[in-house]
């Protein structure tokens, strides 16, 4: 969901409605779950005053929930993201929730501010009953919310590379953050050869009694004549250890490299 909520950024940068250097403070009530480096810089300071153009760079790069539940709020919630989708005609895309809502539901809670605090949000886990977590998870597996087609992400992909989706200075900047994503480097970005170049959003959900809810990578291949290749790599309710599945996305990579003429 990270990447395109940065495209719907870029939508309202293009519009004029925002700028990356517009300036935002974010406090504590800001934050969001799992995995946001954003949280130590305002546990250090009280507070963070950072750019727009920072927010998107940390969602998509660090793959920071905080920044992206911000930029969710300054676009206008979740429903404007969805709009900035159906208006480009992407159907197959749903964006339902905030990182903080979908990641608390799936754990069979409902988002309370007393989580921005680390430690009351596992001691609220560690107090729902396993059969009640076991069920929000298989529920997760199921909802229609949050989700998107492997074929639409590719095309939303596409569509970003060939520059029909943004303008070709929020295009380019797009793709020069998706460039400097670090998170899961063993999956696509192991899978592409030298004199290719990929930029690229991961994505990984909870493992419960042994089944890994999705393992996904999802990024733009750059061949040595400067075409593009959009790839959209979803493992879903897989058995498989982490190593395992990053070697499968980094196979599917490896795959479209060595095919293309």
């Given at each position: 969901m990270k990447v395109v909520v940065a495209a719907a950024v870029m939508q309202a940068v293009d519009d004029r409605r925002i700028a990356l250097g517009d300036r935002l403070t974010i406090r504590r009530g800001d934050l969001s779950v799992n995995i946001?480096?954003?949280?130590?810089?305002?546990?250090?300071?009280?507070?963070?005053?950072?750019s727009i153009g920072d927010l998107v760079s940390r969602a998509v790069v660090e793959s920071d929930s905080a920044a992206t539940?911000?930029?969710?709020?300054?676009?206008?919630?979740?429903k404007a993201v969805q709009a900035f989708l159906d208006e480009a005609g992407l159907q197959g895309i749903r964006i339902d929730r905030t990182e903080r809502e979908l990641q608390t539901e799936t754990d069979g809670l409902t988002w309370t501010p007393e989580f921005v605090f680390p430690e009351r949000l596992e001691q609220a886990r560690k107090e729902v009953a396993d059969a009640r977590r076991q069920a929000a998870f298989e529920a997760y597996l199921k909802d229609?919310?949050?989700?998107?087609?492997p074929i639409e992400m590719v095309g939303f992909l596409h569509r970003l590379a060939t520059g029909q989706?943004?303008?070709?200075?929020?295009?380019?900047?797009?793709l020069e953050v998706m460039n400097r994503t670090v998170t899961f480097p063993e999956r696509l970005r192991a899978g592409v050869p030298s004199g290719w170049t990929i930029g690229h959003k991961t994505g990984t959900s909870q493992t419960r009694n042994g089944i890994n809810g999705v393992t996904n990578d999802v990024g733009i291949l750059t061949a040595p004549d400067g075409t593009h290749v959009a790839v959209a790599a979803f493992v879903a309710e897989s058995r498989a250890g982490k190593d395992?599945?990053?070697?499968?996305?980094?196979a599917a990579a490896r795959a479209i490299t060595a095919a293309y003429k």
């Open positions: 946001q480096p954003i949280a130590d810089i305002v546990a250090e300071r009280g507070s963070f005053e950072t539940d911000v930029l969710i709020s300054h676009l206008g919630g979740t229609p919310r949050d989700t998107a087609t989706l943004l303008s070709a200075s929020s295009t380019a900047h797009l395992e599945r990053a070697a499968t996305i980094a």
